[in-house]
């Protein structure tokens, strides 16, 4: 990687997830993650992100909590475990300690302080429990009536015409789905 190019990635706030792998983070097959995605780097050997993970932008991934160092002398510290097939949204952040199981969703702008179980939708701040994946499923489904292809997205092939009928589309409805 050309120098310009690693100084673009720092300026942009991005980790060097190279760098974070080599010290002990763990992540699976197929990770994706956005822009300004912070993964604890003191404690990052205790932070394992599974297969098929996405994190949006911004998401926040924290091993400790120094609210009491000063005054205790410690950090109270914990594992963070995401399991596979989790997306996270974002401006989120995950606290120590927590464990997202298979197949979660976590709303964006949430803060996980307790543990997430499997094919549940959390959003909030603190996040709590909003649906099983199975109703969010069936309330997109049952919502979202008009179904794109993949070519109605920005750098994909979309034409002024295709953006027109889109933005049609959602005068009538609140969301459509593209692949």
């Not at 594992?79 to 964006?108: C, M, Q, R, S, W």
């Amino acid at each position: 990687m050309k120098i310009v190019d690693k100084c673009k990635i720092l300026l942009r706030g991005e980790p060097n997830l190279k760098r974070l792998l080599n010290l002990g983070l763990t992540v699976g097959k197929r990770f994706q993650y956005g822009r300004n995605c912070f993964f604890d780097p003191s404690f990052c050997f205790l932070i394992s992100i599974g297969d098929n993970v996405t994190l949006s932008s911004k998401v926040h991934i924290l091993a400790h909590d120094a609210s009491l160092k000063q005054m205790l002398g410690y950090s109270k510290v914990g594992k963070v475990y995401i399991g596979d097939h989790v997306f996270v949204g974002a401006n989120t952040t995950i606290l120590p300690g927590i464990e997202i199981g298979e197949f979660a969703i976590i709303g964006a702008g949430s803060v996980v302080t307790k543990n997430v179980p499997p094919y549940e939708v959390w959003a909030g701040n603190p996040a709590k429990k909003i649906c099983t994946l199975d109703e969010y499923k069936e309330k997109i489904h049952t919502a979202c009536t008009r179904k794109y292809s993949a070519q109605y997205k920005i750098g994909c092939g979309i034409t002024q015409e295709m953006k027109a009928e889109m933005q049609a589309a959602l005068n009538d409805a609140r969301f459509i789905l593209v692949e």
